[in-house]
């Protein structure tokens, strides 16, 4: 009997132990997560990619898409943060694709669009996709405030996929008022930064030649661009929108735009990079 009580007590400490463990290494697990990615970071150049899909057929392309192409690209040196379904807008998919400078955009893109993987599935993409010029070339408006590089999506414990919702802000300034633009945009952004919502990036135009013309790219900027992810649609909806509002409103009333802001709500696709984390894996606070 006595050897038993000794066996039990052993097991409860082993018990006890393990789940002290499990909770001590759950931080070092979504520290490590993020560490895993600190090799891709500084892409200069960001491609906001908005593609018009045939009728009914949007599934087959996000399919194709995230089974294709992503790891391609990273391969070659550049990489997908993030791919999305428009809401409101069934043939609308939307992609950000980065470079670590211009100078690697078209070597890139020459590798891949002339390179084998392209050339096996070129013809069913194309098939389902009529439009894809609409692409504004970018750049981060500060150096830290490009686009994160998150996590590729883990099949095992991601099972369900992406989640989250990835809001993006559009504004069409001025030619010449870019940098008093810049300057109240990111006042208004700060209202922005609440619980259940991650800024992922400010971008605005690259105004540099286009060097790899086989792509085309938008000539009617300047743009800024405002990123985040929300972690559901109660953030959005009841605190985020607002702020949303509220800012695209008094940013147009300054007269240093074009036309009214348009704000683009998405869903990532099931291997979007660009999704929601906790606060606790990105490294931030409430």
């Known amino acids: 009997m006595r050897h038993f009580k000794q066996l039990l007590f052993g097991i409860a400490v082993c018990m006890a132990s393990g789940a002290a463990m499990a909770a001590h290494d759950k931080p070092a697990s979504e520290a490590t997560l993020m560490e895993s990615v600190q090799h891709l ?42 791919q999305f379904t428009e809401r409101g807008n069934p043939k ?7 470079f670590r400078d211009i100078n690697a955009r078209p070597i890139i893109n020459a590798a891949f669009y002339y390179g084998p993987l392209w050339k096996e599935h070129r013809v069913k993409v194309n098939a389902i996709l009529p439009d894809s010029d609409n692409v504004m070339l970018l750049r981060p408006l500060h150096p830290d405030q490009g686009i994160t590089v998150l996590p590729a999506v883990d099949p095992v414990i991601e099972d369900q ?44 135009t690259l105004d540099v030649p286009n060097n790899f013309p086989q792509l085309p790219i938008r000539t009617d900027g300047p743009f800024l661009v405002w990123l985040g992810v929300v972690r ?42 660009l999704r929601w984390l906790s606060d606790a894996t990105m490294g931030t606070s409430p």
């Open 161 to 204: 996929g992406a989640q989250g919702i990835v809001v993006a802000q559009i504004f069409t300034v001025k030619k010449g008022s870019e940098e008093a633009f810049a300057k109240l945009a990111e006042a208004a952004f700060s209202t922005y930064r609440i619980e259940g919502v991650h800024p992922a990036g400010v971008l605005v």
């Open 232 to 273: 559901d649609d109660a953030v959005v909806d009841r605190q985020l929108a607002p702020r949303l509002t509220a800012a695209e409103q008094s940013l147009f009333a300054t007269g240093l735009l074009r036309n009214a802001p348009e704000r683009v709500v998405m869903d990532p696709t099931p291997r979007s990079r």
């Open 92 to 98: 609308r998919f939307t992609w950000l694709r980065g």
């Open 41 to 82: 970071r500084d892409y200069e150049v960001v491609e906001f990619r908005r593609y018009v899909t045939a009728d009914g057929k949007r599934a087959n392309f996000v399919k194709y898409f995230d089974a294709y192409f992503p790891e391609a690209f990273e391969q070659l040196g550049a990489m997908v943060f993030g």
